[in-house]
């Protein structure tokens, strides 16, 4: 591991000796420790990567974690067309320079993209995000934690309207989202199984009424801190269950557990009837030890509320009781 972090002048010793070390070996000189690539500075694998071709630095991304951290600090833009137009699977998450132009040539050359995480990415703008919706159609798997200027209502009615195969969507902490565009999604999106609104202060019950109405196979929603949600979306959750169980034996599929997921943190508004009935109505929810899968905690009111878990334990503990008497 490093001892300091060198200045600037000292980048090409430090070069040299890795060079002469063949990439590995321990080497030491001024109170500095450096056992192989992994070690290089920040400073000098800018230097050593910022010429490097768009193949390369794919390559280079999946070396080590500070290469990947290097890379996503240092690129400014992508031109991925002549090498990754099959590529399904892309990170990019925290590249903090990345831009517009980088999300269009991106959409332009990745096509058939169908996993992309840009969350972090806090330059890029809702035009480039329906820009890479319109090219990139088979997207299932798509994470915009903390992209606020890129996930806007506009932005989600172009994802709902071009990717219908979408089933994972992270929007966490983008707070300009609103009723309107998670009731897009809904529309568009039927398949999604995992939806983090997490920090979007603005949806209210519609959002979530939408969602119950319109994506059956909802696994996993992440609701922390959308203080606006009240007792009426925790009932349309749950009176979801009866209707989705009858389309599916309907469809002939049994695909029937619902929600194994639900955050409702600092979500103060709720009351225990209604938090139980959603949590009576998927038994995939639990509120015991180390199984929490609804997530209550800031809710000092809902502390009452308990999977069928707990009763059955407290019935097992009965019986048991009764039988030594």
């Known amino acids: ?37 992994k070690d290089l500075p920040m400073e000098l694998l800018l230097r050593v990567l910022s010429p490097v071709d768009d193949r390369t ?23 991925l067309s002549w090498y990754c137009h099959d590529l399904r699977d892309l990170d990019l998450s925290k590249g903090l320079k990345l831009s517009d132009r980088s999300l269009y040539a991106l959409a332009h050359g990745c096509p058939h993209l169908t996993k992309l995480n840009i969350s972090g990415c806090e330059a890029f703008s809702d035009y480039a995000l329906v820009y890479l919706s319109s090219c990139c159609k088979n997207l299932k798997n798509l994470n915009l934690c903390g992209c606020s200027a890129a996930a806007s209502d506009r932005a989600l009615q172009a994802i709902s309207f071009n990717c219908p195969k979408l089933q994972y969507l992270n929007l966490g902490w983008c707070e300009d989202i609103s009723d309107e565009g998670v009731t897009n999604l809904a529309v568009g999106c039927p398949d999604l199984r995992a939806l983090d609104l997490c920090g979007c202060v603005r949806i209210t019950d519609k959002s979530v009424i939408a ?27 749950a009176n979801s269950r009866a209707r989705n169980d009858a389309r599916m034996w309907q469809n002939s599929s049994h695909d029937q557990e619902g929600l194994v997921n639900l955050n409702i943190s600092q979500c103060t508004a709720l009351t225990p009837p209604a938090v139980q009935a959603v949590c009576d109505s998927f038994p995939g929810l639990h509120t015991c030890p180390g199984r929490h899968s609804l997530i209550i905690s800031g809710c000092l009111s809902l502390t009452s509320v308990h999977c069928g878990c707990t009763f059955q334990t407290s019935r097992a503990g009965g019986a048991t009781l009764a039988g030594d008497a």
């Open 211 to 237: 969602l119950a109405n319109g994506c059956p196979h909802l696994r996993s929603l992440g609701l922390y801190y959308c203080q606006n949600i009240t007792d009426q979306a925790m009932y349309s959750l």
């Open 57 to 79: 630095v794919i390559v280079a991304s999946d070396v080590c974690t500070s290469w990947r951290d290097a890379l996503r600090l240092g690129i400014t833009s992508i031109s």
């Open 1 to 37: 591991m490093l001892g300091r972090s060198p200045e600037s002048g000292d980048l090409d010793i430090w070069f040299k000796r890795l060079i002469v070390s063949g990439g590995g070996g321990k080497m030491e000189g001024a109170g500095d420790v450096m056992t192989g690539w």
